[in-house]
């Protein structure tokens, strides 16, 4: 079946991890526009919001690791370097565009109270193109160096978060700080880059493996993982710090840490369920669905959540409302996903069936 040919040429793990960071972010999202304010003190609140922080990370390394496929790829084909720098920046330019054309949609449909300042809001593709950006001049490295290069350039971006955060920005152009300068309120550059720089590390892995060696790869990631979440734990909570002032639900590298943690664990366990688990086979996996197209669902569901479309329902829901709501927004954004996915297939079907059947020819002598 061309579907199942299609499924194939992508790595089902990446898009099933995907997929679940999709699921996560669809309900932080409800649970953060829909739920009641005085229930946001409640355990239901803070869990759904302790764990919707986790999509931004596992966007960005993924979006790394398919960066670092491109690069490799370019490098396979024989491509100069200057070649492959100049491919890697271009994927950068897409991600731009679509961002500002977001943030337009979101100001047009916003109504009076949407301000011009509103379409310079730096968010999570914003930071994907600038990060891809500057991330681009890895492309002049082999594979095998960018294993370990992005390893270190993710730890220096890590490291010098706090640093950044703790500089004095006066005078230095509003833009220019809301790209660079950690804050609550915006996808900068120091920390999150930091998982793009990782991603494009475990990437390269990835492509100078081995098929036999996948399976222990795995392994070593979960055990690299968990290993990171008990460390830089440990390290959070010791009295003492060689930072002057760290923010560590801001900018500091002990959460940055616990985080690509998290991921390495979440990695193998997206291998596992896909190739020997319930997806084996290459059976269809809604989870799987909204991965591979998940910059519609993000695009279509922040409008539908944050917008005007469901204004009765913001603020104003319990907790089992609010899960209810989550429940038919993230069905909605499958159907959609499906729709979009396989719309090569039954968009010609349907023209084909609703097109007139032409009449038969008259045979001469009838």
Same mark, same amino acid.
């Given at each position: 079946?061309?579907?199942?040919?299609?499924?194939?040429?992508?790595?089902?793990?990446?898009?099933?991890?995907?997929?679940?960071?999709?699921?996560?972010?669809?309900?932080?999202?409800?649970?953060?526009?829909?739920?009641?304010?005085?229930?946001?003190?409640?355990?239901?609140?803070?869990?759904?919001?302790?764990?919707?922080?986790?999509?931004?990370?596992?966007?960005?390394?993924?979006?790394?690791?398919?960066? %670092?496929?491109?690069?490799?790829?370019?490098?396979?084909?024989?491509?100069?370097?200057?070649?492959?720098?100049?491919?890697?920046?271009?994927?950068?330019?897409?991600?731009?565009?679509?961002?500002?054309?977001?943030?337009?949609?979101?100001?047009?449909?916003?109504?009076?109270?949407?301000?011009?300042?509103?379409?310079?809001?730096?968010?999570?593709?914003?930071?994907?193109?600038?990060?891809?950006?500057?991330?681009?001049?890895?492309?002049?490295?082999?594979?095998?160096?960018?294993?370990?290069?992005?390893?270190?350039?993710?730890?220096?971006?890590?490291?010098?978060?706090?640093?950044?955060?703790?500089?004095?920005?006066?005078?230095?152009?509003?833009?220019?700080?809301?790209?660079?300068?950690?804050?609550?309120?915006?996808?900068?550059?120091?920390?999150?880059?930091?998982?793009? %720089?990782?991603?494009?590390?475990?990437?390269?892995?990835?492509?100078?493996?081995?098929?036999?060696?996948?399976?222990?790869?795995?392994?070593?990631?979960?055990?690299?993982?968990?290993? *990171?979440?008990?460390?830089?734990?440990?390290?959070?909570?010791?009295?003492?710090?060689?930072?002057?002032?760290?923010?560590?639900?801001?900018?500091?590298?002990?959460?940055?840490?616990?985080?690509?943690?998290?991921?390495?664990?979440?990695?193998?366990?997206?291998?596992?369920?896909?190739?020997?688990?319930?997806?084996?086979?290459?059976?269809?996996?809604?989870?799987?669905?909204?991965?591979?197209?998940?910059?519609?669902?993000?695009?279509?569901?922040?409008?539908?959540?944050?917008?005007?479309?469901?204004?009765? *329902?913001?603020?104003?829901?319990?907790?089992?409302?609010?899960?209810?709501?989550?429940?038919?927004?993230?069905?909605?954004?499958? *159907?959609?996903?499906?729709?979009?996915?396989?719309?090569?297939?039954?968009?010609?079907?349907?023209?084909?069936?609703?097109?007139?059947?032409?009449?038969? %020819?008259?045979?001469?002598?009838?």
């Amino acid at each position: 079946m061309e579907t199942v040919k299609t499924s194939r040429t992508r790595l089902a793990y990446l898009d099933w991890l995907r997929g679940i960071a999709a699921v996560i972010m669809l309900q932080g999202h409800a649970f953060h526009a829909f739920t009641r304010t005085d229930l946001r003190e409640g355990g239901p609140y803070i869990l759904s919001q302790f764990v919707g922080g986790m999509p931004p990370a596992i966007f960005l390394f993924l979006t790394g690791v398919t960066l %670092a496929f491109l690069m490799d790829s370019g490098e396979r084909k024989g491509l100069s370097r200057a070649t492959r720098v100049v491919t890697a920046a271009r994927r950068s330019g897409y991600l731009f565009a679509i961002a500002y054309l977001f943030r337009f949609q979101l100001w047009l449909f916003g109504g009076p109270s949407a301000t011009v300042n509103d379409l310079l809001k730096v968010d999570i593709l914003n930071a994907m193109g600038l990060g891809i950006l500057l991330m681009s001049i890895m492309a002049v490295f082999r594979t095998t160096q960018r294993v370990r290069y992005c390893a270190f350039v993710g730890l220096a971006i890590a490291a010098a978060s706090p640093l950044v955060s703790g500089m004095d920005w006066t005078g230095v152009p509003t833009l220019v700080r809301m790209y660079f300068a950690p804050d609550h309120n915006f996808f900068s550059f120091f920390p999150w880059a930091a998982f793009l %720089a990782f991603g494009m590390s475990a990437g390269s892995l990835l492509r100078v493996l081995k098929r036999d060696y996948l399976d222990r790869t795995m392994q070593w990631s979960a055990l690299l993982g968990i290993g *990171l979440i008990l460390g830089a734990y440990y390290a959070s909570n010791l009295p003492y710090s060689i930072y002057t002032q760290s923010d560590f639900w801001l900018n500091s590298p002990a959460q940055i840490f616990i985080k690509l943690g998290v991921i390495l664990v979440g990695l193998p366990f997206a291998f596992v369920w896909t190739e020997y688990g319930a997806s084996h086979g290459w059976s269809w996996s809604w989870v799987r669905q909204l991965g591979t197209t998940s910059l519609l669902v993000y695009w279509v569901h922040i409008e539908l959540v944050y917008g005007r479309w469901l204004y009765p *329902l913001k603020e104003n829901l319990d907790v089992g409302e609010t899960v209810l709501a989550a429940v038919v927004i993230t069905a909605a954004m499958l *159907l959609l996903a499906a729709a979009k996915t396989y719309r090569d297939r039954w968009a010609p079907a349907l023209v084909a069936y609703l097109r007139p059947t032409p009449a038969p %020819a008259r045979v001469s002598g009838d």
